[in-house]
């Protein structure tokens, strides 16, 4: 069975530095991963997904993230953080035709 | 082109009573998903549907919780009897097809259920 984790519920950066926040996978198939972001009281919107077309995938608002098959990893990085980059993210990957997800990583980002 | 639809955003119950969440998938859209995340914790799914037809509830509890995707209109989660354990935030999701090839999934908004 497919299944995620989330290395470190909570990760605090500043403002203007890297983000990175980590997802390994557990697959014996090649896996569809994705990285979701919730807002406070939002629901989830898709940030970038990984299909195995390209091993580096760009996402929405400055985010990528690079799949590793030889370390098992879909990390999630952005250069540089803005302030309304706080929000908890969320990795997840299809399995039985239905996503499932990581613990979540809350990121929050000092001024 | 409207995204995942649910109603309401919030709602409140006493213990004993039922809820009825309600979710219409994006335009197309012909499987949804119910997702249940508590205080703190992540995303648990819940029960996978295609029109008419229950594919996989195996995140659903055994008794109470109950669901559907009629023919016409929206999907339905419901919750019957329901106790203070059950407040937590309920997210409908929506595909076009099996996710097999990687399609992408849409979340919507969310309903949030307080029990008192």
Redo the contacts between chains.
């Keep these: 069975a497919q299944s995620v984790t989330q290395l470190g519920s909570h990760v605090s950066v500043s403002e203007g530095a890297l983000v990175l926040l980590r997802c390994n996978y557990s697959s014996s198939v090649p896996p569809y991963l994705f990285w979701y972001v919730q807002y406070p009281n939002q629901g989830l919107q898709l940030l970038l997904k990984y299909t195995s077309a390209a091993t580096l995938v760009k996402g929405i608002n400055g985010f990528e993230a690079e799949f590793k098959k030889s370390e098992t990893s879909f990390h999630l990085t952005k250069p540089s953080a803005h302030m309304s980059d706080a929000a908890e993210y969320f990795c997840a990957v299809i399995q039985g035709g239905k996503l499932i997800f990581g613990q979540g990583t809350e990121l929050s980002v000092k001024p | 082109n409207a995204g ?1 639809m649910q109603n309401p955003r919030h709602l409140v119950r006493r213990r004993g009573q039922e809820a009825r969440l309600r979710c219409s998938p994006m335009k197309g859209h012909s ?1 949804v ?1 119910w ?1 249940r995340q508590l205080p703190e ?5 819940m029960v ?1 549907l295609q029109k008419e037809n229950i ?2 509830e195996s995140g659903m509890p055994k008794e109470r919780f109950s669901a559907e995707f009629p023919k016409e209109g929206p999907s339905i989660l419901r919750i019957q009897q329901v106790v203070r354990g059950d407040s937590a935030a309920y ?1 409908c ?1 929506s595909s076009t097809d ?5 399609n ?7 309903s ?1 259920l307080t029990v008192v």
């Design positions: 995942v499987h998903y997702y914790e992540g995303l648990k799914f996978y594919i996989d997210f999701a099996r996710t097999g090839s990687g992408t999934i849409y979340f919507g908004e969310g949030w």
